[in-house]
T-cell receptor, first 113, second 114 residues
């Protein structure tokens, strides 16, 4: 079974630019989550999709962040325009929804300079 | 909302010793408590979890205990090995038919010296 795949693994962009992160969940997993870890701090929830619907987006920091999951398969997270404080590691995770926990991807390390 | 506190932030032990990481949570409605291990440059991986109807769970050298009254839970690693070195995260959630958001602690960097 393929795991959760994220790309790019690293991205360095200038303040004000746009970046799009992609996540491919485990096939058949209806639940997809985005999290972010800023250096030295906790892993913080951003949002949760169930299939193509946003179940909970209460963790999205502001309207510069836009997440989509068209067709209920892969998801993208766009940051536009990026600010310095957006730097961190963005994790995607998926779950089947019944029992068990999440499976995380390896993350995208975003650096805004 | 839920608030999870994790201590210590760093922990160094000699190979063969035990390591204990402690977490507290604030929301008495939380009922699912997973622990994740993240090795350098790798993805967080679930190593053990416990639900609120259980007080203790063990898997080989790893055990987790939960005290619902005090709202704290702990990870115990016995006979530590250098490959146990990693960042460990505790988390709490309200798990119903679907697992929703997890509230994470800040992580504990465990270093096991040979």
């Amino acid at each position: 079974e393929a795991g959760v795949t994220q790309f790019p693994s690293h991205s360095v962009i200038e303040k004000g630019q746009t970046v799009t992160l992609r996540c491919d969940p485990i096939s058949g997993h209806d639940n997809l989550y985005w999290y972010r870890r800023v250096m030295g701090k906790e892993i913080k929830f951003l949002l949760h999709f169930v299939k193509e619907s946003k179940q909970d987006e209460s963790g999205m920091p502001n309207n510069r962040f836009l997440a989509e999951r068209t067709g209920g398969t892969y998801s993208t997270l766009k940051v536009q325009p990026a600010e310095l404080e957006d730097s961190g590691v963005y994790f995607c995770a998926s779950s089947h929804g019944t029992g068990g926990g999440y499976t995380f991807g390896s993350g995208t390390r975003l650096t805004v300079v | 909302g839920e608030n999870v506190e994790q201590h210590p932030s760093t922990l160094s032990v000699q190979e063969g010793d035990s390591a204990v990481i402690k977490c507290t949570y604030s929301d008495s409605a939380s009922n699912y408590f997973p622990w994740y291990k993240q090795e350098l440059g790798k993805r967080p991986q679930l190593i053990i979890d416990i639900r609120s109807n259980v007080g203790e769970k063990k898997d080989q050298r790893i055990a987790v205990t939960l005290n619902k009254t005090a709202k704290h839970f702990s990870l115990h690693i016995t006979e530590t090995q250098p490959e146990d070195s990693a960042v460990y995260f505790c988390a709490a959630s309200k798990k119903g038919s679907t697992l929703g958001r997890l509230y994470f602690g800040r992580g504990t960097q465990l270093t096991v010296w040979p």
